[in-house]
């Protein structure tokens, strides 16, 4: 399973995530993370931010609530054997 790491920008930790699943939308690259490999957790969408200045992708935390709603439906369909709530 592959891993994204990621800033908390409030206190400059790093976490890493579990990458379950990604998508594409209009454009923009998403993708579906949580904290632990196995089991009942939380889980995060994470939208791809263009950084001119980095090779590597950059990913932010999608915190509008319509484009959250949106997007978990999405993700729902992708993977059926697991709820989004």
Known sequence: MDTVKFKDPDNGE?????????TKINGYNYILVT???DGDCECYIMKES?????EEST???VE??????ALAKVFAE???DV???
């Open 83 to 85: 709820d989004i709530v």
């Open 50 to 54: 263009e950084s001119p200045e980095s």
């Open 64 to 69: 509008d609530d319509n484009e959250l709603n």
């Open 14 to 22: 790093t976490v890493e995530f579990y990458v379950l699943e990604q």
């Open 59 to 61: 990913y932010e935390m």
């Open 35 to 37: 904290e632990d490999e």
């Open 78 to 80: 992708i993977m059926e």
